[in-house]
Structure formats: C-alpha cells, structure tokens
C-alpha cells in the first residue's frame, strides 16, 4: 500500500511540473533613448527572449546587444566597440519577482500596475532594480510594458570626453513585449 502511495504521490508532483504554464516571447521589444541638445539617440531591438512564470510569479528576459539597430551605421557601430563592448559582453539579463501582484490575475482578462523587483545585468554589471509597469492579459496573451531610465555610468560604460555632451546621463529605457501560453 505504501509504494502504491508513493508512486501516486510523485506521479502528483510530476504532472504538476509538467503542466506548469509559462508564458513566452522570442521577440519582445526594448529600445532605448537619450536626447542632449547636440543629439538624439533611439535603438530597437526585437529580439528579446523573455518568460513569465505565473506559478511563481517571476519573469526573466535575455537581450543580445548586437541586435539593437541604429538609424546610422556608424552609431550602431561605435556603440557595439566603444561603449557597451558586445564582443566581450554580448548580452543583458533580468531575472525578478512581480512584487505584490496576485498571480491569480494571469488568468483574469484586464491591465494590471505592476511592479517588478530583480538583478538587471548590463555590460558585465549587476544591479538590483525596482521598476514599475503594466501587465495586460487578453486570454492567452500577456504584454508587458515599461518605462525607465538608468545611468550608463553605473553599468561601467564609459563615455569619452569628447562625445559626453550627446549621450544623455540617464537612458530612457522602455520595454513592449507580448508573450502567449506555452505548456
């Protein structure tokens, strides 16, 4: 009878492991903006690998560097060398929890205020983070959206004397990706 219980138990746990929903994006968009009287600077990437756990209220994105596309050539170019080094560092990562937000809401139709705690990665540097977004949820769909702004400066990117009055101090970062069901 008890190896009858047992088996019963982790056959439970596996099928609950294995029907677990993930919610994912293959190409999420994040692009980023700085405006200085002398410049303005805006890139796109579109393909950003992103996942939300709802069972455990997390969500992870991975950005490779070298997929941020420049309106010019040459700043695309300088960015990849110069400033964030793609070769030696050739992506950023998040990884963090939804911070007071109910995980039931993932299965209910609306757009929900959302913030997220967790370590975002850039140019070799982690920093923990606290960000504020929205989640809407449209039957298997999630979006995710976000505004910020961080300083290339804490993230070890230097900027050069020379060009220091075209990049802005802080960079306007802003996150659109849909996700759909995956189990």
């Keep these: 009878m008890k190896v009858l ?3 019963l138990i982790i056959f439970g746990i596996s099928a609950n492991l294995f029907s677990a929903e993930r919610f994912i994006s293959k190409n999420g968009h994040i692009w980023f903006y700085s405006k200085t009287p002398l410049e ?4 796109h990437n579109n393909q950003v690998a992103s ?3 709802p069972a455990k209220n997390a969500i992870a994105f991975n950005v490779i560097i070298k997929s941020f596309k420049f309106e010019r050539a040459l ?11 793609s070769e030696k560092f050739p992506k ?4 963090g929890q939804f911070v007071g937000f109910d995980p039931a809401n993932f299965k209910k139709d609306g ?6 705690e967790g370590n975002l990665t850039i140019h070799g540097v982690t920093k923990k983070i606290k960000q504020n977004g929205t989640i809407e949820v449209k ?3 999630i979006i995710a959206k976000s505004k910020f702004n961080i300083k290339p400066e804490d993230y070890g990117i230097a900027i050069p004397a020379l060009v220091r009055d075209k990049i802005a101090a802080n960079m306007e970062i802003n996150v659109d ?3 759909t069901l995956s189990n």
Excluded: P, R, W
Excluded at 111 to 116: D, L, P, R
């Design 5 to 7: 219980l047992y088996i």
């Design 139 to 141: 039957g298997n769909q």
């Design 92 to 95: 950023s990562t998040f990884s």
């Design 111 to 116: 757009k929900y205020n959302v913030s997220i």
């Design 40 to 43: 303005v600077i805006e890139a």
């Design 51 to 53: 996942v939300i756990d």
């Design 75 to 85: 700043m695309e170019e300088h960015f990849n060398e110069n400033y964030m080094e």
């Design 177 to 179: 990706i849909t996700y």
